[in-house]
């Protein structure tokens, strides 16, 4: 990145230059003017002296107006989501030579580049495992088909991404998942497993799920380690978390998440919340801790959140579906209305004309409560989204984000999949919304400059 803000010094050196040869060649050279004046009868006998005006340079109206004649570029974030748990986008599958692993992500970051995207969302921790080289957790059963085991020839998956994304102008998010301790998909649950290291803190559900207690403070510390080491020692954009706080009830089969332990110890330590309110406390209370850490190790890291699209039925009036508030216990309305995020993605996924989650009233909606003024960029389901046209849908949707945002529109797109497995998302997205080039939106309540800010806007 250093080499190329370089470049980019040079550049605007040799930009200027030109410049100044252009003023000199157009300045307008100015003469003397003659005495044509007849005298008269009263004139002195001795010399008059003509004093000539003094030269006036011309200012090319091109360069009188530099600064405000030069195009403004548009701002508009335009992300994808890329999921490695159960090998949903990268990597295709978890027996791939390492050569393989690249030249996957190599061919999405430049489908990204070509049709005018400027971040990708890559997950990096679908299971309390890495995707990245660290000494917390181990290894992914997605990348390598055994938790625990690394990659051979040995490398860095994360620092590869972050390379070659940075490369292509985007900025690069990295995803995790706080609480899921080990996927149903993943294997079996080795020693090497933070299911089995932490077991004293993992509850195991009964669709094969393990869980993180969310209410354990060894919980909240060790996820608070694992964001820190990575923010600390990557040169990461952001910091990504979905929708799953507590789990969805179909992963218990219905049944209530079996937390008796932490919740009767509360009580015994004089708790007075109903249990309802005590789980949102300890998602909310992790929220806000996760948000301030990242930014007292580096400010310049964005937190983003992707929740569940609808707070509660009825909010807005005439919504209807299931209540994050009430099933994942996630507050997310109180997370936008605190700032504890930077950019806030709610997910979404119905159509525009979806008479009970209508798209539009949704997004109005949370505008609504976006009272500190975080950036708000929905996740758009363009991988599966039930209509019969998706490209125009979401092209559709994306006209009214914009509509609705202004200047500091965006949208994530669910999943990279879509984008490339439909073969007429690409020419609907890049022949309209994403025909110009643009760059990530400024954030001025921290001290950062958007990744392509340091780049050509060409590159």
């Known amino acids: 990145m250093r080499m190329n803000i370089i470049k980019l010094t040079v550049f605007a050196g040799i930009f200027a230059s030109c410049a100044s040869c252009s003023v000199q060649s157009n300045t307008v050279k100015s003469t003397p003017t003659k005495n044509t004046a007849k005298p008269n009868g009263n004139t002195s006998k001795t010399k008059e002296t003509v004093t000539a005006p003094k030269p006036v340079t011309a200012i090319p109206p091109a360069e009188e107006n530099f600064r405000t004649t030069l195009p403004e570029v548009k701002r508009e974030f335009r992300a994808a989501w890329i999921a490695s748990v159960a090998n949903i986008n990268w990597p295709s599958r978890n027996n791939l030579t390492v050569d393989q692993q690249k030249a996957e992500a190599i061919s999405m970051l430049d489908m990204l580049k070509d049709n005018n995207f400027n971040a990708a969302i890559f997950q990096i921790r679908?299971?309390?495992?890495?995707?990245?080289?660290?000494?917390?957790?181990?290894?992914?059963?997605?990348?390598?088909?055994?938790?625990?085991?690394?990659?051979?020839?040995?490398?860095?998956?994360?620092?590869?991404?972050?390379?070659?994304?940075?490369?292509?102008?985007?900025?690069?998010?990295?995803?995790l998942n706080p609480y899921r301790a080990h996927h149903s998909n993943g294997g079996v649950v080795n020693s090497l497993s933070m299911a089995s290291k932490l077991s004293d803190i993992v509850i195991k559900l009964k669709n094969g799920m393990y869980w993180f207690d969310p209410a354990n403070p060894k919980t909240q510390g060790h996820v608070s380690n694992v964001v820190k080491d990575i923010v600390k020692r990557y040169d990461i954009d952001a910091v990504h978390f979905d929708d799953y706080f507590y789990p969805y009830a179909t992963y218990n089969r219905g049944a209530d998440f079996p937390d008796n332990a932490s919740w009767n110890e509360y009580l015994r330590n004089g708790g007075t919340l109903s249990r309802p309110d005590w789980r949102r406390d300890n998602v909310n209370r992790f929220?806000?801790?996760?948000?301030?850490?990242?930014?007292?190790?580096?400010?310049?890291?964005?937190?983003?959140?992707?929740?569940?699209?609808?707070?509660?039925?009825?909010?807005?009036?005439?919504?209807?579906?299931?209540?994050?508030?009430?099933?994942?216990?996630?507050?997310?309305?109180?997370?936008?209305?605190?700032?504890?995020?930077?950019?806030?993605?709610?997910?979404?996924?119905?159509?525009?004309?979806?008479?009970?989650?209508?798209?539009?009233?949704?997004?109005?909606?949370?505008?609504?409560?976006?009272?500190?003024?975080?950036?708000?960029?929905?996740?758009?389901?363009?991988?599966?989204?039930?209509?019969?046209?998706?490209?125009?849908?979401?092209?559709?949707?994306?006209?009214?984000?914009?509509?609705?945002?202004?200047?500091?529109?965006?949208?994530?797109?669910?999943?990279?999949?879509?984008?490339?497995?439909?073969?007429?998302?690409?020419?609907?997205?890049?022949?309209?919304?994403?025909?110009?080039?643009?760059?990530?939106?400024?954030?001025?309540?921290?001290?950062?400059?958007?990744?392509?800010?340091?780049?050509?806007?060409?590159?």
């Open 126 to 175: 679908p299971s309390a495992d890495a995707l990245y080289t660290s000494n917390i957790e181990p290894w992914s059963y997605f990348l390598t088909g055994q938790t625990g085991t690394a990659p051979y020839p040995n490398y860095d998956p994360l620092q590869f991404w972050i390379e070659e994304a940075h490369k292509r102008g985007l900025e690069l998010h990295v995803w």
């Open 287 to 459: 929220v806000e801790r996760i948000y301030k850490e990242i930014h007292a190790e580096k400010n310049y890291v964005k937190f983003g959140i992707s929740p569940f699209g609808i707070w509660k039925p009825g909010y807005p009036a005439g919504i209807v579906g299931s209540s994050q508030y009430d099933e994942l216990y996630a507050d997310a309305k109180l997370w936008l209305n605190k700032g504890w995020v930077d950019y806030f993605s709610p997910q979404l996924y119905w159509p525009i004309d979806s008479k009970g989650q209508s798209f539009e009233a949704l997004l109005n909606w949370w505008k609504s409560e976006n009272t500190m003024n975080r950036h708000l960029w929905p996740g758009l389901n363009t991988v599966e989204i039930k209509v019969s046209d998706r490209p125009t849908e979401i092209k559709n949707q994306i006209d009214i984000s914009r509509q609705i945002l202004k200047n500091d529109a965006g949208e994530i797109h669910w999943s990279i999949a879509g984008l490339t497995k439909n073969p007429n998302m690409l020419p609907v997205l890049k022949n309209g919304p994403y025909k110009d080039k643009a760059l990530v939106p400024k954030t001025p309540w921290i001290k950062s400059v958007p990744l392509q800010d340091a780049y050509h806007i060409c590159c």
